[in-house]
C-alpha cells in the first residue's frame, strides 16, 4: 500500500526548471532513498512534499489524500529533517522540543518528549541553548524533533551528516529499529552511498530535475560492468603501471597496492598478462560495483565531471 504518491510533480522559478514531471510512490514501511548531485533538485522536491513550495504542475497524495485540500490533516503525521534547518537558537533544546510538540495533538506531551530526549541521547543537552551545540549535535535535535508526533512519513534530509561514525551508526540502527516496529514510511537524502545501500529498500536518482532511475540499489549496482580489482604487488609495480598506462586501463596507487578498474570478464586474461610480464602479487581482492560507482557513472554521465 502506497502511503505517497506523486504523479507529474513538476516546479519552475521563472525560465528554470527545477523538478521536472517526476512521478513515484511511498510504501507503507519502505525507507525509499533520494538521490543525487548537487542542484539536482532533491530539496526543491522535499519542499514540495512538505507543502513549503507548491508545485507548478502535478500532484501529490498522502495516504490516498490530496496534500493541497488535506494539507493539515496529513502533515498531522508527516515530519522532516533538515541539517540546514535551523531551530529557535536563543531557547534551549528542552523548550524547543516542547514548543514543536505543541504544534501537533500528542497525548501524554510530557512523557513523549522525555522519551525523545532519551532515544536521541540528548539528556545532557536539555539546558543548552541551540546556539551552543555542535554541528552534530544540532543534526540529532532536528532527527529528535522529527519524530516527536509519531509520524507515519519522514522526510530526512542528510540525516547523518555530521555525526561522528559511532552515532551515525546509532542513527541507522534506531531507523531501521522504527520501521520495522511502527512501519514508519522514510525518505532520506544522503551523500554517503554505504549508507543509502544498509537502509534503504530502494532507490529514485534525479539530475537536472529528470527522474533516472527508479530501482533497489543493489540492481542500480549491477548496471555498471567495472570492477576493482586490488593486488599488493611483491615484486613489478612499475610493469604493472606501465602495461595499465599502454593498454589504458584506470589504476590508482595506495603504497605498494594497486587498484585496477575492469570488467569482470576482463580480470582472469588480465592476471595472466601481468605474470606473464614478470609481476607478482601477495594478495588480490575483488570489489564488484556499489552503488557509489553507479552514482559516479550517472554524474559523468550527466557532465557533472
Not at 507548491?54 to 488535506?70: R, V
Not at 537536472?208 to 586490488?230: C, F, M, Q, R, W
Request: with cysteine; proline share 3%; net charge neutral.
Amino acid at each position: 500500500m502506497a502511503v505517497l504518491q506523486v504523479k507529474n510533480l513538476t516546479k519552475k522559478f521563472g525560465s528554470f526548471t527545477a523538478v521536472d514531471n517526476i512521478s513515484f510512490e511511498l510504501k507503507e514501511g519502505e525507507i525509499l532513498g533520494l538521490l543525487g548531485p548537487n542542484g539536482a533538485g532533491k530539496t526543491t522536491t522535499i519542499q514540495m512534499l512538505l507543502g513549503v513550495l507548491t508545485p507548478t504542475k502535478g500532484e501529490i497524495y498522502y495516504f490516498g489524500k490530496d496534500l493541497t485540500s488535506n494539507r493539515e490533516e496529513i502533515l498531522e503525521k508527516v515530519n522532516f529533517s533538515s541539517t540546514y534547518t535551523q531551530l529557535p537558537w536563543i531557547l534551549t533544546v528542552k523548550e524547543n522540543l516542547t514548543y514543536i510538540s505543541y504544534l501537533y495533538q500528542i497525548s501524554n506531551r510530557q512523557n513523549r518528549i522525555k522519551k525523545i530526549i532519551n532515544n536521541f541521547r540528548l539528556e545532557k543537552l536539555i539546558d543548552q541553548r541551540m546556539n551552543e551545540l555542535s554541528s552534530g549535535q544540532l543534526t540529532r535535535v532536528n532527527l529528535a524533533k522529527s519524530f516527536i508526533n509519531f509520524p507515519k512519513v519522514l522526510l530526512l534530509d542528510e540525516p547523518t551528516a555530521s555525526l561522528d561514525p559511532e552515532v551515525a551508526n546509532y542513527i541507522r540502527s534506531f531507523l531501521l529499529e522504527e520501521r520495522k516496529k511502527f512501519h514508519v514510511s522514510i525518505i532520506l537524502t544522503s551523500h554517503n552511498m554505504s549508507e543509502v545501500e544498509e537502509v534503504c529498500d530502494r532507490v529514485i536518482f534525479i539530475d537536472k530535475g529528470k527522474l533516472l532511475a527508479n530501482d533497489t540499489p543493489d540492481n542500480l549496482a549491477k548496471t555498471i560492468e567495472i570492477s576493482h580489482v586490488e593486488l599488493l604487488i611483491k615484486d613489478g609495480l612499475k610493469r604493472t603501471i606501465e602495461y595499465c598506462q599502454r593498454n589504458k586501463i584506470t589504476c590508482k596507487l595506495e603504497g605498494r597496492y594497486i587498484i585496477v578498474d575492469l570488467k569482470e570478464r576482463e580480470i582472469p586474461q588480465f592476471l595472466r598478462n601481468i605474470m606473464d610480464i614478470g609481476v607478482f602479487y601477495d594478495e588480490i581482492s575483488i570489489e564488484k560495483p556499489t552503488l557509489e560507482d553507479y552514482f559516479l557513472a550517472m554524474v559523468k554521465k550527466n557532465n557533472h565531471l
